[in-house]
């Protein structure tokens, strides 16, 4: 069974910069969708970025032009660039492989 742990979550400036990873333990057959979620306190879990198995990368509007979604298929690791972060960007983010499959999340902080 695969197991997701993300990584890079701190607290940071605002105007900073934060690399997020979530790496994928076990076996991983052929190319997959990974995504990048947030959930801030009070409020629903939502897509931040995803990346397809084909087709172009999707961001939502908020972090679209700050945040940049790669994935490293040799290393079963996706990442998450996070520049230029504001407060708004607090919460915990979690990774999803396929659809199916949660990390349990890593904290980022924005503050001065």
């Known amino acids: 069974q695969v197991q997701l742990v993300e990584s890079g979550g701190d607290l940071v400036q605002p105007g900073g910069s934060l690399r997020l990873s979530c790496a994928a333990s076990?076996?991983?057959?052929?190319?997959?969708?990974w995504a990048w979620y947030r959930q801030a306190p009070g409020k629903q879990r939502e897509l931040v970025a995803r990346?397809?198995?084909?087709?172009?990368?999707i961001y939502s509007d908020s972090v679209k032009g700050r945040f940049t979604i790669s994935r490293d298929n040799a290393k079963s690791t996706v990442y998450l660039q996070m520049n230029n972060v504001t407060p708004e960007d607090t919460a915990v983010y979690y990774c999803?492989?396929?659809?199916?499959?949660w990390g349990r999340g890593t904290q980022v902080t924005v503050s001065s």
């Open positions: 076990g076996s991983i057959i052929g190319i997959s969708t």
């Open positions: 990346i397809p198995s084909v087709g172009s990368n």
């Open positions: 999803l492989l396929n659809g199916m499959t």
